[in-house]
């Protein structure tokens, strides 16, 4: 089992960036395939980037390809989302997922194939 406590959110303007992250606990952290997803208000929970256990893998939703990368460290337990050209369509709660993968190249963009999930953290994009 494992938990997730992400941090980094804030209010940034129109075209700036933010580095999300998200701390895992246990001695497990490198065992879990990682995701980032976001919600807005009224809105569905949107997949935004996954990343396989190694980190060799990578997947991005369309609405945020070469503008945000994920990343993450074993060492530090932490997976990480960096935001750049951020947008006001890019306002939403963002949170990081994770579980254990089938084979260790697997990631997913399905809600419902992860089974932990932190608590969220809100982004604002100021136009």
């Known amino acids: 089992q494992v938990q997730l406590l992400e941090s980094g959110g804030g209010l940034v303007q129109a075209g700036g960036s933010l580095i999300l992250s998200c701390a895992g606990s246990g001695r497990t952290f490198s065992s879990y395939s990682m995701g980032w997803f976001r919600q807005a208000p009224g809105k569905e929970r949107e997949f935004v980037a996954a990343m396989s256990l190694s980190g060799s893998n990578q997947y991005y939703g369309d609405s945020v390809k070469a503008r945000f990368t994920i990343t993450r460290d074993n060492a530090k337990n932490t997976v990480y989302l960096q935001m750049h050209s951020l947008r006001p369509e890019d306002t939403a709660v963002y949170y990081c997922?994770?579980?254990?993968?089938?084979?260790?190249?697997?990631?997913?963009?399905?809600?419902?194939?992860?089974?932990?999930w932190g608590q969220g953290t809100q982004v604002t994009v100021s136009s």
């Open positions: 997922a994770a579980r254990r993968p089938v084979w260790y190249g697997d990631i997913y963009d399905s809600e419902g194939s992860y089974d932990y």
